[in-house]
């Protein structure tokens, strides 16, 4: 799952472009129809073919004014790809530039960039001045190289090519991980008559599931979840990359606002005080000094705050350095949460960075050589996150492998182990370890391939065990232990060898029922000469013969005989009988027992000793068991 977001200067036609790509008007608001400006979020989707399979790709449309860039700042942090839009009229401007900055502090993968109002532009010199400029304006950034799509939203040029360059770019961008640790940053609140309080935003870290007790930080409410819906559609599960709208019971919307955030128990808690890594903008009109108030964005959150300067005096543009931060008022944070610091008024973007520790605990010295020290340490990883990466990269491994692999000291590497295994961000499987976020992967593969085997195939009742192992090149070690978590959580049904999902039934069209009750009334009719293979195959169709042996009304011998159930177990129940009377018996015996032929009084016993009712002594058969 993707969620694309749009940025760029005012009224350079984002809203416009996205309804032209969605067919989805995302401006929802009364003030924002009536001003033909985007207020506040807008929210849209999209069908795109990202890896052979249709993708519904979320868009969240932020405004570009100067005076909303704040409600922009709320929507952006989420997505996996910007769609940065220029109008070739006009070209870069001032939002544009800020727009990008802010995309730039906050690591956005990549994007594309739309060149809009084409149709507006008759000299083709100007749009090669106005892309050269662009791409001077993007160098150095995380959009630099990306691909520059000049587009008309009103005539429709160039709208296909654009589509096709956020199919490329989504391809190469990697989903949202699932650590097993979901965390929802709420955007939106709001009440629906019959459902009652309802949050959306962009889900990461891990599944939400409908009857889920999750929390609201950080004023540490616990609520439940009543449905969940992704684009207008209702989910029994959200996954980690998807626009999420949650349904809560047993909170009110005057308890919520944007910038809470929903996650499940024990996740993240609120905090005043951070430990961060920061990077002060180049175009920053003033240094960042100690004690300077500042606006502070995280998620979809804003609060006021303080800097707090560490081993250094300031910051002039373009520098890095190490900030503690004191916030006015309690925010959900976590580490690696990547922030904005915004100047109060006038209003302007002065850089961002990355929360290195979201609880301190205290007030640091701000020129102590061992607090700078520690801050360094902690932006390069702690301990258990070393070891994660380190399992990342040759997982799975057994405990003793990773810990050996990973060169740290023993006492130093076991404490990181188990905090990894306290948090469930690894998953041991038999004597094997594997990232939580792996194994969730594993665990989609899995359930993909079956669901696409049932779409291919809706008159097989499953696949074989073996297959579906040999599909994901796993190791029995691996596929038991994951296959025993999805059938507990009936997710996965076995069926003899067959696995299927729990909600796959076979289901003939009445064309199909006539067919098989013609043939299944010649196996009646004929007892123990019973149709070949051959003619039952012919009677109904290779699909149909394959879905009646997967049902089990027709148990196949060999290749040539085969036996509708009821005839099948009452002749196994007549050979089992003499056996137990005679103690051994030949294929004549067998023969005239049944009135047939040596053929199909050959394929019984031979089928015996394959499924171990029987065994051959000489050229005569005994029970296995009596």
Known sequence: MHVIGTAGHVDHGKSTLVEALSGIDPDRLREEKEREMTIDLGFAWLNLETNGELEEVGIVDVPGHRDFIENMLAGVGGIDLALFVVAA??????????????????QIPGGVVALTKTDLVQEEDWLELVILDLEDTLAGTVLAGAPIIPVSARTGA?????????????????????????????????????????????????????????EIQPAGLEARIRGLQTHKQKREVARPGSRVAVNLAGVDTGQLSRGDVLSAPGISRGTILLDASYRHLPGATIPLKHNLEVKFFAGAAEVMARTRLLGARNLAPGEEGWLQLALEDPLALVRGERFILRRPSPGATLGGGRVLDPHPGRRHRRFRAEVIERLQ??????????????????????????????????????????????????????QQALTRTRWQQLRQQLLDLLDAYHRENPLRQGMLREEVRSRLRLAAAIFNPLLATLVEETLVAETGALLHRPGHAITFSPRQQEAIDALLDRFARAGTDSPSVKESRAAVGDDVYAGLVDLGRLRPLNDDVVYRAEEYEELVGRIATYLRRHDQAGAADIRDLLDTSRKYAIALLEHLDDIKVTRRVGDRRELLSR
């Open 377 to 430: 340490t902690l932006a390069e990883g702690t301990p258990a996150e070393l070891l994660l990466q380190k399992l990342s990269r040759i997982e799975p491994a057994t405990r003793a492998d990773l810990l050996r692999a990973a060169g740290m000291a023993s006492e130093t590497a076991g404490t990181a182990w188990e905090e990894l295994l306290t948090t469930g961000q690894i998953v041991i499987a038999g």
């Open 158 to 214: 160039g709208i296909d090519e654009l589509r096709y360059a956020l199919i490329t770019r989504l391809r190469e961008t990697d989903s949202r991980p699932d650590s097993g640790r979901p965390r929802l940053p709420i955007d939106r609140v709001f009440s629906l008559t019959g459902f009652g309080t309802v949050v959306t935003g962009t889900l990461v870290g891990g599944e939400l599931r409908v009857g889920d007790t999750v």
């Open 89 to 106: 009229d006009e070209g870069v401007m001032p939002q544009t530039r800020e727009h990008l900055a802010i995309l730039d502090l906050l």
